[in-house]
Structures are given as C-alpha cells and as structure tokens.
C-alpha cells in the first residue's frame, strides 16, 4: 500500500526567504507525481505535475524534483511571499491504478511580512 | 467551460438522514473520483469510476453508495448518516485512458458536510 508523507507539518518563514518542502513515498512504482495549493475552505489547486520518468518541473518560482528511486520528491519556492501562504498537498498515482491519487497530510505554510 | 462542480457546498444532517451530494464535470472526462478531507489525515479515496456505468471502492468506501449513470456526472450517497461521515468531500476527473501520465485531476470547490 502506498504512504505519503510530507515533513514539516507547518512552517513560517518570513517574506523573501527561500524554502524547501519534502514528500516520501513508500512505492517507486508511481505513474506520476503531484503538489496542488490548498487555501483555508478551498478546493485543490494543481501547481506541478512530475511524470515517472522525469527528474524535475518548474513553473515560475516553484521548482518540483523527483527521486523516484529514494522515493522522494521536494517542492523549492524561491523568494516566498505572503500569497504563498496556503497548505501544500503532495499526491501520488502508481502505475495501473486508475490514476487514484495518495495523499500525504500536506504542510501548512505562512509567509510573514 | 466551468469544470467540476459539486452540489451542496454546505449540508447539516442528523444522524441516520440520508443524501446525495452531486458531482459533474463538463471536460468529457473518463475517470471520476470521491475524496473526503478530515483533519490530520489527508484526503482518502471513498470510490471511483473509470467509465459511465462502472464503480469502484477507494480507501475508506464503508457507508457510502454511488452511481455513475452518465458520463458527465458522478452521484456519491449516504444511506444512513453517522457522525464519523462529517467531513469535507471533494470530487475530482481525468481524462483517463485517452490522457496520459502527464494528466493532472481536476478537483471541485468540496461539500462541506456535517452530522449531528
């Protein structure tokens, strides 16, 4: 069965700051692998897609990595601001399952001014 | 084109109500998903479906029905309402077999549900 988990659990950093937010796997068998942005009372916003066979993707200031054989995966935001503020959700499909997604219990970010 | 949409947003029940909470998407998506979010656990997987008329159990699928009568919507039921079925549920789609890894799910705003 595959597991999720993403430490650190909460983190506050203050505007400007570069961070690191960390997500392991427990079955290398992944189709793909994703971050989506959750706002306090909101839906699921999609923010990198990592297929199996990539190592990273990037979309502005976020950089996505995969290390598909450690079983890890790390979400880089560079020079944070306070909209950054939001729970970060990391989820994972394994190959032939549908594309079922596994979630791990996110991180809750706050950037202060 | 407006997505995944779930009906309710909001809903308070009384234990051993029923209800269905409505799921559509407009993308002519194959797979559709239900996920309920509790505190400090995530979000699991209730059921699924890969095509009109099929259905599937997720992670956590005791105490709730579905139906997938047309491709378009996705119907998610509770027979008999217990307290441990508060929580905040939360549809999503893929494309499916004619996407690929690459495919992202595309979520709903979620159905904020209560029982009492």
């Known amino acids: 069965k595959q597991e999720v988990t993403q430490i650190p659990a909460a983190l506050s950093v203050p505007e400007g700051e570069n961070l690191v937010l960390n997500c392991s796997f427990t079955?290398?068998?992944?189709?793909?692998l994703q971050w989506f942005r959750q706002d306090p009372g909101k839906g699921l916003t999609s923010l990198l897609l990592?297929?199996?066979?990539?190592r990273e993707q990037t979309s502005g200031r976020l950089n996505a990595s995969l290390d598909k054989s450690s079983g890890r995966s790390t979400l880089y935001i560079a020079a944070s601001q306070p909209g950054d503020s939001a729970t970060y959700l990391c989820?994972?499909?394994?190959?032939?399952?549908?594309?079922?997604?596994?979630f791990g219990t996110g991180t809750r970010l706050q950037v202060t001014l | 084109n407006a997505g995944v949409t779930q009906t309710p947003k909001f809903r308070v029940l009384k234990t051993g109500q029923s209800m269905t909470l409505l799921c559509a998407q407009d993308?002519?998506?194959?797979?559709m998903y239900w996920y309920r979010q509790d505190p400090g656990m995530g979000l699991r997987l209730i059921h699924y479906?890969?095509?009109?008329?099929?259905?599937a159990k997720g992670e956590v699928p005791d105490g709730y029905n579905v139906s997938r009568l047309k491709k378009q919507n996705f119907l998610l039921g509770l027979e008999s309402a217990a307290p441990s079925q508060t929580s905040v549920y939360f549809c999503?789609?893929?494309?499916?077999?004619?996407?690929?890894?690459?495919?992202?799910?595309?979520f709903g705003p979620g159905t904020r549900l209560t029982v009492l």
């Open positions: 989820a994972v499909s394994n190959t032939g399952t549908a594309s079922k997604l596994t």
């Open positions: 079955d290398s068998a992944i189709y793909n």
């Open positions: 990592i297929q199996s066979s990539q």
């Open positions: 993308m002519n998506h194959e797979y």
């Open positions: 479906s890969v095509g009109e008329g099929t259905t």
């Open positions: 999503a789609s893929n494309p499916g077999l004619a996407g690929g890894p690459t495919d992202t799910q595309y």
